[in-house]
């Protein structure tokens, strides 16, 4: 079996699904970044070096939106591995994290994109693109009660050719 198949930068990331009550806060991405451009996603970034997903997930909330948030605030929602598309594959956690109030204290500007608040029923036909992703799992992730594993393929367009999703009951 041949070795090449295992030779592929790889990403580590975090995307964070801040939630007030049934809203849900979203980044529409700035159309001049690299990744995602122009897409709305949860709010997050990539590892950094010696740190693990949840420290991640805590840092970048309060990076990008200046939300303080503690470990209790934190859900694991899905592990994800996304292969292809991309110039890496990523690895990567997804956090649903409760906050007490939809006033974003670095306001709604943000040099990575916009940030605005979405009811959870409306983000799958709210008409903006989303990352491919979402449109798997979104729902089971506001359900919150199994946690996700997810492999992806994607094509040279960054949108899902095969998925596979198992989930582990809580």
Sequence with gaps: MSEDKYIRKVQTSVTNFLYCGDEYLFQKRAANKRVDAGRLSGVGGRLDAGENYLESAIRETEEETGYTVKPEDCTLAAVVKLEGGYSEDWVM??????????????????????????????????????????????????????????????????KITNISISKLDR
């Excluded at 709604?108 to 036909?125: I, Q, R, Y």
């Excluded at 693109?129 to 492999?151: A, H, M, P, R, T």
């Design 93 to 158: 956690c997804f956090f649903k994290i409760k906050v007490s109030s939809k006033e974003i204290p670095i306001g709604n500007k943000t040099d990575d994109g916009e940030l605005l608040w979405l009811h959870k029923d409306k983000v799958l036909d709210q008409g903006y693109e989303l990352v491919d992703d979402l449109n798997y799992c979104f729902k089971d992730i506001v359900e919150g009660d199994q946690l996700l594993f997810i492999n992806a393929q994607l094509n040279e367009h960054e």
